[in-house]
């Protein structure tokens, strides 16, 4: 129901930004164009879980593509938590010794153009060892078929157990209600990409 003050969640307020994207005037990082500007395109992974055993970038054409380990100063995006049994993990730019899920980046591959780039892509041929996929989150922790994360163990990379004394509580409770949730794994993507 809309606001009645007509201001704030579920006013009908007046869009000024649309006219330009309905019309083809908007502009997108893609629209960019400026004097020596190249083009990049990644080479993806068509597998959910994989260790990679080589990549061989397309001859006379090394110098356009990069892989994790020609990127030897970057670091990965370390994820940490201060939260109690919570297990930290890397995300590299590229992928480094295997793949962990269906489109993962391996190659960077640059082009005058953006076909280019693509055609570069499609030419780094890359040997994978297929492992088996996680696709279930209960499965994952009690019967794994292959860790995601080969150090910690297991699959579980956050585990809090909340202590309680509701005893008393409990036990004179005229009503219980139990439930059973489980949700989908979430993940946060932008659907346009960001420029540098």
């Not at 809309?2 to 997108?28: I, M, W």
């Not at 890397?90 to 793949?99: I, N």
Request: hydrophobic letters at 45%.
């Amino acid at each position: 129901m809309p606001s009645e003050s007509g201001k704030g969640v579920g006013a009908r307020l007046r869009r000024k930004e649309d006219a330009r994207y309905l019309t083809g005037r908007g502009q997108f990082v893609a629209d960019i164009r400026r004097a020596g500007l190249l083009e990049v395109a990644f080479l993806r992974s068509p597998l959910a879980h994989a260790r990679i055993l080589s990549i061989a970038k397309p001859a006379g054409l090394e110098d356009r593509v990069w892989l994790m380990d020609d990127l030897a100063d970057v670091k990965p995006i370390r994820a940490v938590s201060a939260l109690k049994g919570f297990k930290p993990s890397d995300l590299w730019p590229l992928a480094k010794g295997k793949v962990r899920h269906v489109g993962e980046a391996i190659a960077m591959c640059v082009g005058a153009t953006r076909a280019e780039a693509e055609d570069i892509a499609a030419q780094v041929r890359v040997e994978y060892d297929e492992l088996p996929a996680i696709v279930d989150t209960v499965g994952a922790r009690t019967k794994a078929p292959a860790l995601v994360h080969d150090e910690w163990g297991d699959n579980v990379f956050l585990e809090t157990l909340v202590e309680d004394d509701l005893t008393a509580i409990r036990a004179s409770a005229p009503i219980r209600v139990r439930r059973h949730l489980r949700t989908a794994r979430q993940s946060m993507a932008p659907l346009e990409g960001r420029g540098v």
